[in-house]
Nanobody, 115 residues
Framework: QVQLVESGGGLVQAGGSLRLACAAS????????MGWYRQAPGKQRELVAR???????TYADSVKGRFTISRDSAKNTVYLQMNSLEPEDTAVYSC?????????WGQGTQVTVSS
């Protein structure tokens, strides 16, 4: 089992920045992928960004150039730095942890961007 603890999120004006963090603990394999997904009201959940334990990074086209994902492997923690936030970024952001033994989700954190 893997447990995820998220932090960050909140309310920010358009053009502002926020940083999300997600710490994983438990039975963690050497190879894993940590990432962030988001779900806005009335929309399907979508990938925001993910990073593997070997450094492979994927971003959604809508956040490229504005968001940066990184990880501290020693702490099993993934970070999402969100800059130039737009009202369209408003959603519940959920941390995801994947390894061959399973797929795990955090509880989600609200990000609200006001115009």
């Amino acid at each position: 089992q893997v447990q995820l603890v998220e932090s960050g999120g909140g309310l920010v004006q358009a053009g502002g920045s926020l940083r999300l963090a997600c710490a994983a603990s438990g039975s963690i394999f050497n190879f894993n992928v940590m990432g962030w997904y988001r779900q806005a009201p009335g929309k399907q959940r979508e990938l925001v960004a993910r990073i593997s334990s070997i450094g492979t990074i994927t971003y959604a086209d809508s956040v490229k150039g504005r968001f940066t994902i990184s990880r501290d492997s020693a702490k099993n923690t993934v970070y999402l730095q969100m800059n130039s936030l737009e009202p369209e970024d408003t959603a519940v952001y959920s941390c995801n942890f994947y390894q061959p033994s399973g797929n795990y989700w955090g509880q989600g954190t609200q990000v609200t961007v006001s115009s």
